[in-house]
T-cell receptor, first 111, second 114 residues
């Protein structure tokens, strides 16, 4: 089955700096890669996703890049704000619908 | 905006007891899921359900677990005989299928097994 590794596990940045979170996956058949943001005690919420036929996708301050050959994808947050502080999870979907999640990154944005 | 809802928000039970966690997926969605998250750990897939049957399940989803769509709106997860290690947050999710791949998560039920 799919295995998703996520790094780093914690990331601390100054407000206004950029943050980058990286994930690798094992199954070359995976075709959909969402990123979820989870605030303390809340549900995971999708912030951006990318399909395997696209190399990059951007939505305002958030972007995701995908390298299918290397089997890794990354989340980029620019101009970070304190409200970006949360745990971020990457995930990969294989041929069915189940999502396999990475271990999570706790992002702390210091004002 | 429609949301997935779950009840109860917190369930405390004794080891060996049966629990039923309830979910109301978004009304026009076709695929339903249960995930769990042990405190401080990653979200883990349990099971997916489509067209009134299980379509995928993980190794975690053993004979102690079952799912059901008893009517047109509810989707339930039953744990027959709870163990201490079943303590976790259980999230229900739904999506529209292949055309709508985003999975929308409910707020979760925190299950505590004593």
């Amino acid at each position: 089955g799919e295995n998703v590794e996520q790094h780093p596990s914690t990331l601390s940045v100054q407000e206004g700096d950029s943050a980058v979170i990286k994930c690798t996956y094992s199954d070359s058949a995976s075709n959909y890669f969402p990123w979820y943001k989870q605030e303390l005690g809340k549900r995971p919420q999708l912030i951006i996703d990318i399909r395997s036929n696209v190399g990059e996708k951007k939505d305002q301050r958030i972007a995701v890049t995908l390298n299918k050959t290397a089997k890794h994808f990354s989340l980029h947050i620019t101009e970070t704000q304190p409200e970006d502080s949360a745990v971020y999870f990457c995930a990969a979907r294989e041929t069915g619908n189940m999502l396999t999640f990475g271990g999570g990154t706790r992002l702390m944005v210091k004002p | 905006e429609p949301e997935v809802t779950q009840t109860p928000s917190h369930q405390v039970t004794q080891m060996g007891q049966e629990v039923i966690l309830r979910c109301v997926p978004i009304s026009n969605h076709l695929y339903f899921y249960w995930y769990r998250q042990i405190l401080g750990q990653k979200v883990e897939f349990l099971v997916s359900f489509y067209n009134n049957e299980i379509s995928e399940k993980s190794e975690i989803f053993d004979d102690q677990f079952s799912v059901e769509r008893p009517d047109g709106s509810n989707f339930t997860l039953k744990i027959r005989s709870t163990k201490l290690e079943d303590s976790a947050m259980y999230f229900c999710a739904s999506n529209g299928g292949l055309a709508g791949v985003e999975q929308f998560f409910g707020p979760g039920t925190r299950l505590t097994v004593l």
